[in-house]
T-cell receptor, first 109, second 116 residues
Framework: KNEVEQSPQNLTAQEGEFITINCSYSVGISALHWLQQHPGGGIVSLFMLSSGKKKHGRLIATINIQEKHSSLHITASHPRDSAVYICAVGSNTGNQFYFGTGTSLTVIP | DTGVSQDPRHKITKRGQNVTFRCDPISEHNRLYWYRQTLGQGPEFLTYFQNEAQLEKSRLLSDRFSAERPKGSFSTLEIQRTEQGDSAMYLC??????????????FGPGTRLLVL
C-alpha cells in the first residue's frame, strides 16, 4: 500500500465545472504539498499546508489532519488547468517525501 | 537566479555506460533533493542533502547510484553501469527552512534518461 493515495486517477471535465481531487495519506506528516505537472515534466508547487485551508485564485486546498485527508478544488475550470496534479507529504519522522501517483485532469472547452 | 536548473535535459545512453547529471539549486537554498519519476507514476524520493551532508538515502538508491554535493551548492547524481530500468525522469528540487520545518520545494525541469 502506498503511503499517499489519490483519487480519481483520471478526470475529464467540461470547462466551467467545479473539480475536486482527493488525497489520503497514512504517515505522520509535517506538511502536505499539492503540485502541478504539465506535459513535458515541469513541476510547480501550488500549495503547502499543514492545517485548515488555503486559496489562490481559482484553486482551494483543504486538509483534515485527524482524518489524514486533503482535497484540491478548482472552481470554474479552464482548459489551461489540464495537467497532472500530485499530492505529496513530508514525513514528520525524517526528511523523506512521499508522493501520490497523480490525478490526470483534462478540461474540455 | 531564476530557479532550479538541471543539466542535461535529455540523455540517451547505452546499457552499461555511466552517466552523470547536475543540479544547480536556488542559490540561498541549503536543502537539495533528488527524485526519480517513471512514466505514469509520481516522483520517488532518492536522496536528500542539507548543505554538503547527505542526510537521507532511499533504499531505491542501489550501489550503482551515487550523489554528491561537495560545496553545498550544486549536486551531481551519477549512475554507473546503467540498466534499461534506470530509464526515467530524474528531478531535482531545493528548499530553505525559513520558518521551522515547513518549506516548499522548488523543482527543476528534470533530466530525462533513456537507456538503450
Amino acid at each position: 500500500k502506498n503511503e499517499v493515495e489519490q483519487s480519481p486517477q483520471n478526470l475529464t471535465a467540461q470547462e466551467g465545472e467545479f473539480i475536486t481531487i482527493n488525497c489520503s495519506y497514512s504517515v505522520g506528516i509535517s506538511a502536505l504539498h499539492w503540485l502541478q505537472q504539465h506535459p513535458g515534466g515541469g513541476i510547480v508547487s501550488l500549495f503547502m499546508l499543514s492545517s485548515g485551508k488555503k486559496k489562490h485564485g481559482r484553486l482551494i486546498a483543504t486538509i483534515n489532519i485527524q482524518e489524514k485527508h486533503s482535497s484540491l478544488h478548482i472552481t470554474a475550470s479552464h482548459p489551461r488547468d489540464s495537467a497532472v496534479y500530485i499530492c505529496a507529504v513530508g514525513s514528520n519522522t525524517g526528511n523523506q517525501f512521499y508522493f501520490g501517483t497523480g490525478t490526470s485532469l483534462t478540461v474540455i472547452p | 537566479d531564476t530557479g532550479v536548473s538541471q543539466d542535461p535535459r535529455h540523455k540517451i545512453t547505452k546499457r552499461g555506460q555511466n552517466v552523470t547529471f547536475r543540479c544547480d539549486p536556488i542559490s540561498e537554498h541549503n536543502r537539495l533533493y533528488w527524485y526519480r519519476q517513471t512514466l505514469g507514476q509520481g516522483p520517488e524520493f532518492l536522496t536528500y542533502f542539507q548543505n554538503e551532508a547527505q542526510l537521507e538515502k532511499s533504499r531505491l538508491l542501489s550501489d550503482r547510484f551515487s550523489a554528491e554535493r561537495p560545496k553545498g551548492s550544486f549536486s551531481t547524481l551519477e549512475i554507473q553501469r546503467t540498466e534499461q530500468g534506470d530509464s526515467a525522469m530524474y528531478l531535482c528540487a531545493s528548499s530553505s527552512p525559513r520558518t521551522g520545518p515547513l518549506e516548499t520545494q522548488y523543482f527543476g525541469p528534470g533530466t530525462r534518461l533513456l537507456v538503450l
